[in-house]
């Protein structure tokens, strides 16, 4: 799930290499906390949220397969 997320991520930014993703799992729930260069987070979120917003119901989608939640947070 993780690498679903790593591709769709590094896919928007233009500094690949500081794209960071932390995975904690819990029994039910899977928390992911992306990091992304400062200038790159703008594109990562999207006007109004709206890129942030997809890539969540993409992430939840692909979770709902294996039975789980996903948290996805994005950190400055």
């Known amino acids: 799930m ?3 997320l790593e591709t769709i991520i ?9 794209v ?9 729930t899977i928390t992911f906390k992306v990091k992304v260069a400062e200038q790159d987070m703008g594109k ?3 006007k109004q949220g709206r890129i942030a917003k997809a890539i969540r119901i993409v992430m939840k989608s ?3 397969k294996e039975h789980k939640k996903t948290v996805i947070e994005f950190i400055d």
């Open 20 to 28: 960071s993703i932390e995975e904690v799992s819990e029994p039910k």
């Open 44 to 46: 990562v979120i999207g």
């Open 2 to 4: 993780k690498d679903v």
């Open 62 to 64: 692909v979770a709902a």
């Open 10 to 18: 590094k896919n928007l930014v233009e500094d690949k290499n500081a």
